[in-house]
């Protein structure tokens, strides 16, 4: 992870850190090998980063990593369906962040041939119900094929709600799932 990929986007401050927003901070709608690395992502709009590359039915990666950030307190202007991370395609890795104070999800994904590990989660889903901390955006076979949810930290979070772990991928599909603590 050596840092910003993007030669548009490096040294034009637009780095996330400590950034307020108004809907999203970033979202990236194609492209390839782009990283976002240390970045805090705070009182946004809706989502924090939404990433949507890659091309599933090539499966084609995009290489995008989203890795040691801090994402807080999504969705100040629209609660429903605000997340930390929506990862949307094929090869987007979310590794190593920190996300809390999120009212839906902390992850929700889509994407083939990708990895979510390491992350600290807590405090999410306080305004969602019937969904997960991480949550899968499909119910078909080949929504989440090759992707590796493993070593997650997820703490904190209401157990009341139904589905406050991990949820997705229907009866067909296996999302490996390693040593996850929901």
């Known amino acids: 992870y050596g840092g910003w990929s993007d030669p548009y986007l490096r040294g034009r401050g637009y780095g996330i850190y400590n950034y307020d927003c108004g809907k999203e901070v970033y979202q990236e709608a194609a492209g390839y090998n782009h990283n976002y690395i240390n970045n805090h992502v705070y009182n946004t709009g809706v989502n924090g980063i939404g990433i949507y590359a890659g091309d599933r039915i090539d499966l084609d990666p995009a290489n ?19 997340v ?19 009212p839906f ?8 041939d ?9 405090n999410c889903m306080n305004e969602g119900n019937d969904m997960g901390v991480l949550y899968s955006t ?3 076979a080949s929504n989440c094929a090759g992707l590796e949810i493993r070593y997650n930290y997820i703490h904190d979070v209401d157990p009341t709600l139904s589905d406050s772990g991990i949820v997705g991928g229907g009866d067909e599909i296996t ?3 390693r040593g996850s603590d929901a």
Do not use: K, M, P
């Not at 995008?64 to 605000?82: A, D």
């Open 64 to 82: 995008h990593n989203i890795y040691n950030c801090e994402i807080n307190n999504t969705g100040r202007y629209e609660q429903s369906f605000g």
């Open 84 to 102: 930390a991370v929506i990862a949307l395609g094929c090869g987007i890795n979310v590794i190593g962040n920190t996300l809390y104070n999120v």
């Open 105 to 112: 999800n902390a992850i929700r994904f889509g994407n083939n």
């Open 114 to 122: 990708s990895v979510i590990e390491y992350n600290d989660i807590y």
């Open 138 to 140: 499909g119910w078909d």
């Open 175 to 177: 999302i490996i799932c």
